[in-house]
């Protein structure tokens, strides 16, 4: 079997009296959109900042293409090629899409004028116009404030700022989340253009319709350790609530 790209194991983490994770495990390979899924309170959120290196874990294992890691930070995680979209999308939404692409990360214009602190506009802006054309995000008014945008249109800048960055994996928190349906389709297609990149896309998500229209894998999450993992084609949404409630493991049936 291939070695995952990104792989947590047995990883523990308390707040205080709260144990959020109780030896959680999960892989991410290469080319593939896998669904974090779990009730509230399994630990969803708390394994996506673990992996993403906004929590470091109390104990267990993080491995990038089989070789053990420490991510002290976001930056770290960044470097291996790890983004995350928060579901709050954390835009600046007094910028334009073009400044939030960049924000943290501009580009200094060429020579003196780099060095005395001017940016590279004209670049930033053709870099950000071709990362929304390759992932089919319309973008009504470059230089508008993102505060004028629609949730979905926000969402897109969202995901294409990860992507700008990304390079081997994307963390999407409830991508659509206070969507419409059309949105929420726009949002599904462009999960699959990532994936079809070759960046892999880890969902976390409450709906089960998405979960199922668009993941090739699915894991369970429940008590803050891994309940189940099935290939998507061959699974129900019946199923996968059972695993999150715990029907499964009553029925002594967990995979
Ligand atoms: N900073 C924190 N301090 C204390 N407890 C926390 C903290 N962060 C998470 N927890 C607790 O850890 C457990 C797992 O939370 P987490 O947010 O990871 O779950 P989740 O699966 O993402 O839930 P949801 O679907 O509701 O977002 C919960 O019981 C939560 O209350």
Redesign the pocket.
Known sequence: MTTPILCARNIEKS??Q?R?MQGASFDVYEGEIVALI??????????TKILSGVLQPDSGEILVDGRPIHFDSPLDARTHGIETVYQDLSLAVDLNAVQNLYLGREIAAPGLMGRLGFLDKALMRRRAQESFARLGVRVPDLRAAVANFSGGQRQGIAVARALMWAKRVVFMDEPTAALGVAQTRNVLDLIRRVRDTGVSVVLIS?SMPDVLAVSDRVTV?RH?RRVATYATGAVTSDELVAAMTGALERDGAAA
């Open positions: 707040f205080g709260m959020a779990g009730d509230n309170g399994a630990g969803k959120s708390t394994l409450h999450l803050g």
